[in-house]
């Protein structure tokens, strides 16, 4: 396992996210380089958007053989890291995952990955994300 070490700021923009939210957004940046947008902060009817609890990371080609690959790797990468990024749930071309694994179908995102954290607060300045 490589040393801990600061992960610098991704591809998201973290305007307005949870500390929580933005270590997962970062991991992940830092983890799966082929990943060049994620969206955080926007409008949305729920509230996990809103207050920079979820993230919805666009996979490239999210069809194909390889885009299917990469988002099943995002959902196993987030749900083994699940105490570390205090993951509440992610969901992936029609299926809800838990820390536990897979509960439900039938919600859509087929051309990203949701990600939910129960958020941690919102950054004072001070924090340190580290990867590793």
């Known amino acids: 396992m490589p040393a801990p070490h600061a992960l610098p700021p991704g591809v998201v923009n973290e305007h307005g996210m949870q500390v929580k939210t933005i270590l997962v957004a970062r991991s992940i940046s830092e983890t799966f380089p082929q990943i060049n947008n994620m969206i955080g902060v926007r409008p949305d009817g729920q509230r996990w958007h809103p207050s920079g609890?979820?993230?919805?990371?666009?996979?490239?080609?999210?069809?194909?053989?390889?885009g299917i690959a990469l988002g099943d790797q995002i959902v196993d990468y987030v749900r083994q890291n699940a105490d570390r990024f205090a993951m509440q749930d992610a969901i992936?071309?029609?299926?809800?995952?838990?820390?536990?694994?897979?509960?439900g179908r039938g919600n859509?995102?087929?051309d990203h990955v949701h990600i939910t954290t129960f958020g941690g607060g919102?950054?004072?300045?001070?924090e340190e994300y580290l990867g590793g």
Not at 53 to 66: F, T
Not at 92 to 103: L, M, N, Q, V
């Open 122 to 126: 919102y950054p004072s300045g001070s």
């Open 108 to 110: 859509g995102h087929f």
């Open 53 to 66: 609890l979820a993230i919805d990371v666009m996979i490239p080609n999210p069809g194909s053989p390889e």
């Open 92 to 103: 992936w071309r029609g299926t809800y995952y838990t820390p536990g694994g897979p509960s």
